[in-house]
Structures are given as C-alpha cells and as structure tokens.
T-cell receptor, first 116, second 109 residues
Framework: ETGVTQSPTHLIKTRGQQVTLRCSSQSGHNTVSWYQQALGQGPQFIFQYYREEENGRGNFPPRFSGLQFPNYSSELNVNALELDDSALYLCASSIPGQGVNIYGYTFGSGTRLTVV | GEDVEQSLFLSVREGDSSVINCTYT??????LYWYKQEPGAGLQLLTYIFSNMDMKQDQRLTVLLNKKDKHLSLRIADTQTGDSAIYFC?????????FGAGTTVTVRA
C-alpha cells in the first residue's frame, strides 16, 4: 500500500506566474484535501475534493483552484502568484467521502513553493 | 489567528517526560489529533482521542482530554532525541482539520 505522494518536492516561481501541484492519494482513499503551511504556522485548509467535486473550501481566494481525477489523484492550481503564497503545500487523503475517519488524514510530504 | 492554541516551544532533557498543551474551540469536535512534523517532512499522525474519552495511552504517548475546559495534552514518556520535532494539535468539527501553530520540542542531552 503506497502512501500519499506529491510532486514536485520543491519549486521556485516568479510573482504573477501560475503553478500546478500534484498529489496521488493513498490506495483506497477517495477524498483529497489541500492545506497551506506558511513558515512557522500550522497548516491552513484550502479545499477538499470528493468524487471529483469540491465539497468544502477554506478562506482562500478563487485564484486557488483544484481538480480531482477519476483515480482520486488531485491537482492544486494557483494563478497570479504572490510572494505570500510561498509555503509548504500539503495534500491529505482520507476515507470515506465526508464521514468521520477516526484516523484523520494521511498526509504527503508536501511541495515547498517559493515565490520570488 | 489560530482557533487552536498551543505553546510555541518546549525544551526537555533526554529521558524526561514532555508535556505539550493545547486548547481548542469547537466542542462539537468528535476527534482530536496530535500530529508530528520533522524538518522538511509532512505530517505524521501520532495519536487521536475520541471526544467521549478522558485519557488514551499508546506506548510512550498519553493523551489527556478535559472536554469542559477544551484542553488537550500530549505526554511523551522517556523523551528521546528522535522526538525532536514540531507537534500539532488538531480538532475536526466537520470535514476539515483545524491546526494549532505547533509546539517545537527540542530534546537536549
């Protein structure tokens, strides 16, 4: 059983550019959530995808968008990058769809995004 | 700001016990979690406690829950150098996790 994998592990982008981050969920997990962790802070919820649809969103602007694919993998897209978008982006998968999973989520190792 | 609050730093001597404290806000949280994050890594689930429990023990880890005060603590017995990390308390009132800012635990020889 593989865990959650994210790619790339690091990348550097210029302010105003667009970026796509990718996540493969743990086998059998059909729900994917994305979190942003700024330096020195706890992770902040961006949004969650279930059955290829967004079913919950945190306090992030529309330039943060996502996709989930039939194989449950997911992408996070950020347009018009700002310096404050520099952070560790964590993907987490879980089961079942919206129900409570006592194990919470399985997190990937994250993508470190630096915006210059 | 964070709805879940934690002290930011803890320094402990190797072999001693570590106690990390957390206060949360949402009494409807069914489960409360402790995650560990090592440098450059993602989050590792350490343990969880169901909201109708007062205590849960898992090897060197003991979780205490005071639901009346919305206070959660994590005790690590016989702290080792490998326990040096950031520890996050998280509540889950709905479909998402709400994290504290994390407690950086430094284990000194």
């Amino acid at each position: 059983e593989t865990g959650v994998t994210q790619s790339p592990t690091h990348l550097i982008k210029t302010r105003g550019q667009q970026v796509t981050l990718r996540c493969s969920s743990q086998s059998g997990h059909n729900t994917v959530s994305w979190y942003q962790q700024a330096l020195g802070q706890g992770p902040q919820f961006i949004f969650q995808y279930y059955r290829e649809e967004e079913n919950g969103r945190g306090n992030f602007p529309p330039r943060f968008s996502g996709l989930q694919f039939p194989n449950y993998s997911s992408e996070l897209n950020v347009n018009a990058l700002e310096l404050d978008d520099s952070a560790l982006y964590l993907c987490a998968s879980s089961i079942p769809g919206q129900g409570v999973n006592i194990y919470g989520y399985t997190f990937g190792s994250g993508t470190r995004l630096t915006v210059v | 700001g964070e709805d879940v609050e934690q002290s930011l730093f803890l320094s402990v001597r190797e072999g001693d016990s570590s106690v990390i404290n957390c206060t949360y806000t949402d009494s409807s949280s069914t489960y409360l979690y402790w995650y560990k994050q090592e440098p450059g890594a993602g989050l590792q689930l350490l343990t969880y406690i169901f909201s109708n429990m007062d205590m849960k023990q898992d090897q060197r880890l003991t979780v205490l829950l005071n639901k009346k005060d919305k206070h959660l603590s994590l005790r690590i017995a016989d702290t080792q150098t490998g326990d040096s990390a950031i520890y996050f308390c998280a509540e889950r009132p709905d479909y998402k996790l709400s994290f504290g800012a994390g407690t950086t635990v430094t284990v000194r020889a």
